[in-house]
């Protein structure tokens, strides 16, 4: 049995907790989850490797992100937002009509296991590779990115 002193202070911690976790959704969010249009996309070596991509990439570097319920809860909200700002920051195929600076990286970044992240892997087991799945992706990319910038129309 557990020291009841001991058993207030869970209750009071959960019940603070619970409240603090009420409070945050009534913070304010400027982010707008209307996605901008898609003005182009890279030449795709395959239908497969787009689907691909949109499936395990797609929602954080494109225009065309599914927000699944918990993406207006915080604070798992606020690490959405946060991925998907970052995430078309650094590389979007929604905007390929623009310079891109991540095409050439994304090979290697899934090859890596550094992408998709790891807290959106356990979110999306649709986007979990087996060995076979990875090998075929990164050829892809590395067909439809290319080596260069210039390769795909970009500087």
Known sequence: MLNPRFTRIIRRSAT????L???IQFIPSSFDRTDPPV???PPWDTPQTRTTFMTACGDCHSNETRYPWYSSIAPGSWLIEHDIIEGRRHFNVSQ???SQRGGDDAPEEVQRGSMPIGPYLLLHPEANFTADQKLRFVDGLRRTFGNGHAENGND
């Open 16 to 19: 603070a907790l619970g409240v």
């Open 39 to 41: 003005t182009g996309e």
């Open 21 to 23: 976790l009420v409070a």
């Open 96 to 98: 390929w009509d623009r």
